[in-house]
């Protein structure tokens, strides 16, 4: 078996390590320590240690979830163990990983494949079937197993040609087992070649990426293969098909979830970095579309740095190793430097360390002082302040590139593209001052319980309801029901003022506008437009607010967070509205939870025709002073509904239509 032995620089890895995380060993260690002792934490353990077998009882679902069968048959543990074995010398760590190594092997045989495939050539594109049924093939490698279609991709392209590189570095350790070792790895490629183009013949799933991912690892990692160089030309040629058929023009991903982009993003970095170290040319379209994916990574990240938590994503730093990867293939350090500005080079720096084992180089990309743009009002020329990606129908405005921007994110795409989006048209997650304020609140995890409901529910989410009812039907944890058209209009900037609009149907025969106006360092206004209600009919505007503490004044139509650093305050004007808290939840990474408050502010019905509500939310610091914010009403000027209010001494009127434009007033 040829493994690489082209070996980093380790002394350079550890030392920046120690001066930039010294945690990160001992956290290392502790979670190494644990798999020696046959404890992890997966998918279902509620982010406790659980003890999974040792070595690990592969087939067993212990916490009834389909994903701890799925996440233990990726072996990420491995990767941790090879890490320990790095920092430390000591052989107990990467032994682990060959006895557990072997007893997979032993354990999971490969499913005997399908015996009616013609096989395709490159160029020709996927596998043909000779027979229409595929529900059996489907349903072996779909099912709850180790053989699962994605973990056979993950762990031929993320998890065994590194422990075996590392293997490979200790004379004698692989002797016996290069053989059983090389068979697997040519069950997993006929696995990918042969039946994975089965599933996917647009190439349109994030599977299949990753899936095509592990081929090429394969086929450029173990050129001793008899399949290697057809495996990895077909490989290349599918992931050119994935870049087009998943990535739109803008360069999102295609599930509008900024997580997933940033996972898929980051296996198309190291495709890219792959091809490159073995003289293969990626085509000029697929570079110039990863360079759309970095600003769409960009661009989906809060001011804080933490990605925006839309759909099935974490509000965590992960842009972090995708802006990195990024980088260092396009040759450019913009993406990276412009996180590094937002979340700061300490926190980069530590989120970027996973890579540095196997792409030194990044070590170069944070080799710059611990400074950069942060004061309010300094801007970063290489983005935008404004994004739309017309295809997901997303849009992001912020006032700067700094951390203390008024920053939102937007969204309206009806019908969803699948099952990861949350039902939640014409929502936003806010964020100024550096806090995140009237957010999205997550994912939490992919049971079918009243949690996964919660999450993926219009109620909370910052958006509007009609009769308490859910935009669409939920069906299952990824399955929803017939749903009606839903887009971003426009999206506007200006030196003063930024502004989206959306507009669905999904509440038919009522139809909802919502048009977003950002002052920049002053306040966002949200202009709601329900045509089409009976008299019956009831609205909630719904606000998921990240505090745990509130006020309501009823006069003022107006929630007010207290306690915090920077506060917001929330008013309402256009409709008698009541005000209700109700207790909530955010979910910053899977399994994880805290406390967080909705509120709903119910226009409880008595007209008919059309409603509109104006809404300006204020972040403040210190004590918002009653005077500050006053005279917010909507009124007819002429035939066309205008919101206008005073905030700070100054008078704004904005209209609804913005045929007649908005207008800022002294």
């Known amino acids: 078996m040829t493994i690489p032995t082209s070996v980093p620089d380790y002394s350079r890895i550890y030392e920046f390590i120690h001066r930039y995380d010294p945690d990160f060993v001992q956290r290392t260690l502790h979670a190494a320590d644990m798999a020696l002792e046959g404890k992890q934490i997966l998918s279902g353990t509620r982010g406790q240690w659980l003890y999974v077998g040792n070595p690990p009882h592969w087939h067993d679902n212990k916490v009834n979830n389909n994903g701890y069968v799925w996440m233990l048959n990726r072996m990420n543990h491995w990767l941790i163990l090879a890490e320990a074995y790095l920092l430390t010398g000591e052989r107990k760590y990467i032994d682990q990983v060959l006895v557990e190594l072997l007893d997979w092997i032993e354990s999971c045989p490969p499913p005997p494949l399908p015996n009616n495939l013609k096989p395709a050539s490159p160029g020709e594109g996927p596998i043909e079937p000779l027979s229409a049924n595929l529900e059996p093939v489907r349903k072996q490698y779909t099912s709850v197993n180790p053989w699962r279609q994605l973990e056979v991709g993950e762990r031929m392209g993320n998890v065994w040609p590194a422990v075996l590189r590392i293997m490979d570095g200790i004379p004698g350790m692989l002797d016996a087992a290069r053989p059983k070792i090389l068979q697997s790895i040519r069950d997993h490629g006929l696995v990918l070649r042969e039946v994975c183009p089965l599933f996917w013949p647009e190439a349109n799933h994030n599977y299949y990426l990753t899936e095509m991912w592990g081929l090429f690892s394969i086929g450029l990692t173990f050129p001793e293969l008899a399949e290697a160089k057809e495996w990895g030309e077909f490989a290349r040629q599918e992931l050119e098909r994935c870049m087009f058929s998943q990535f739109s023009a803008n360069g999102g991903q295609l599930e509008g979830c900024p997580s997933y982009h940033n996972y898929t993003s980051v ?105 950069g743009p942060t004061s309010v009002g300094e801007t970063a020329p290489e983005f935008s302040r404004t994004f739309w990606d017309r295809e997901m129908d997303q849009a992001a405005m912020r006032s700067d590139w700094s951390k203390e ?40 995890n992919y049971w079918w319980l009243e949690e996964r409901r919660k999450f993926k529910s219009a109620a909370w989410h910052n958006t509007l309801t009609v009769n308490g009812h859910e935009p669409f039907e939920f069906i299952s944890s990824f399955e929803y029901g017939p749903q009606k058209p839903g887009r971003i209009e426009y999206v506007i900037d200006q030196e003063d003022w930024l502004r989206a609009s959306a507009v669905h149907h999904n509440y038919e025969p009522a139809v909802h506008r919502r048009d977003l106006v950002l002052f920049p360092g002053r306040c966002l206004l949200v202009l709601d437009e329900v045509s089409g209600l009976s008299a019956q009919d009831t609205v909630q505007l719904n606000w998921h607010l990240d505090t745990i503490r509130s006020a309501w004044d009823p006069e003022q139509q107006t929630v007010v967070t207290v306690g915090n650093e920077v506060n917001v305050a929330i008013r309402t004007a256009g409709r008698t509205v009541t005000g209700a808290a109700g207790e909530a939840s955010i979910s910053d990474k899977a399994d994880h939870l805290r406390p967080s408050t909705r509120y709903t502010m119910l226009d409880g019905g008595g007209g008919g025709g059309v409603r509109r509500y104006a809404t300006v939310i204020v972040p403040f610091r210190g004590e918002l002073q009653s005077e500050q914010l006053e005279g917010l009403k909507v009124e007819d000027d002429e035939g066309q509904s205008v919101c206008r209010f005073r905030l700070n001494n100054v008078s704004y009127e904005v209209f609804f239509n913005l045929g007649e434009t908005s207008r800022t007033l002294g």
Request: hydrophobic share 40%.
């Open 405 to 444: 921007a008024f920053s939102v994110f937007f969204a309206c795409r009806s019908p969803i593209y699948n099952g990861h989006s949350h039902a939640d048209p014409a929502a936003f997650d806010f964020v100024a001052l550096g806090r995140p304020l009237v957010i999205d609140p997550g994912r939490y």
């Open 267 to 371: 296996h198309m970095g190291k495709v890219g970095l792959l091809a490159r170290k073995h003289g293969i040319a990626m085509s000029d379209a697929f570079v110039e579309r990863f360079r759309g994916a970095m600003e769409y990574c960009v661009q989906t990240c809060r001011p804080t740095g933490q990605i925006v938590p839309w759909g099935d994503s974490n509000a965590d730093h992960y842009a972090a190793m995708t802006t990195a990867l990024g980088s260092i293939y396009l040759g450019d350090p913009r993406p990276a430097k412009q996180l590094i500005s937002l979340m700061g080079v300490d926190t980069f720096r530590k989120n970027i360390i996973p890579l540095l084992l196997d792409y030194p180089e990044i070590l170069d990309l944070v080799d710059i002082p611990d400074t």
